[in-house]
């Protein structure tokens, strides 16, 4: 059973245009979540979180919106960039000692 | 400051051999963490610990052993390798729970044949 679940595993966007990677889960006791990206090779890296009391959280051009009701949270990157390429995995906490992740989505910026 | 490194990046190990996968950290962080990552798959939680000389599982620890103790050093050991555990194992940390940003390592890729 896939708690947190990401059904794109890929996603093609032009240099310039925006990013949209989306996340839905199924723990509506989950209350924190969280953005990594992971190049080839390297282990992910934080990139942006959000507590379930907000509904949008925003830092320079990633935004991450969630909507509690759909279960549904998305990362919005504005303008994408090629060095943004890589693998986007959402997390989700439910206050615990441990995160759950989603299967990612590999996201190609092109020029 | 090295932040978290893991060692080594990569090893083939044959059936029924055992190793361990060493994962040291120099932010005196608290919580530490070992994942799985199988292709086309998000990582999985196998064995985590908040602190020297407190470990618990994940969602996978079958097969694999930890143990915590010190604030820096989280190796995980693998009894009696099989060819289900070829995969990407990445070690974290983190100063305090789950809600925290987790620092990871670059990662140990394992092939066992």
């Known amino acids: 059973d896939q708690q947190v679940k990401q059904n794109s595993p890929s996603l093609s966007v032009q240099e310039g245009r925006i990013s949209i990677l989306n996340c839905d889960y199924t723990?509506?006791?989950?209350?924190?979540f969280l953005w990594y990206k992971k190049y080839p090779a390297e282990g992910p890296t934080f990139l942006i979180s959000i507590s379930s009391i907000k509904d949008k959280n925003e830092d320079g051009r990633f935004t991450v919106f969630l909507n509690k009701s759909a279960k549904h949270l998305s990362l919005h990157i504005v303008p994408s960039q090629p060095g943004d390429s890589a693998v986007y995995f959402c997390a989700a906490s439910e206050d615990t000692d441990k995160l759950i992740f989603g299967t990612g989505t590999r996201l190609q910026v092109f020029p | 400051n090295a932040g978290v490194t893991q060692t080594p990046k990569f090893r083939i190990l044959k059936i029924g051999q055992s190793m361990t996968l060493q994962c040291t950290q120099d932010m005196n962080h608290n919580y530490m963490y070992w994942y799985r990552q199988d292709p086309g798959m998000g990582l999985k939680l196998i064995y985590y610990?908040?602190?020297?000389?407190?470990?618990d599982k994940g969602e996978v620890p079958n097969g694999y052993n930890v143990s915590r103790s010190t604030t820096e050093d989280f190796p995980l050991r693998l009894e009696l390798a099989a060819p289900s555990q070829t995969s990407v194992y990445f070690c974290?940390?983190?100063?305090?729970?789950?809600?925290?940003?987790?620092?990871f390592g670059p990662g140990t890729r394992l092939t066992v044949t």
């Open positions: 723990n509506s006791m989950f209350d924190y």
């Open positions: 610990s908040v602190g020297a000389g407190i470990t």
């Open positions: 974290a940390s983190s100063p305090t729970r789950g809600k925290d940003e987790q620092y």
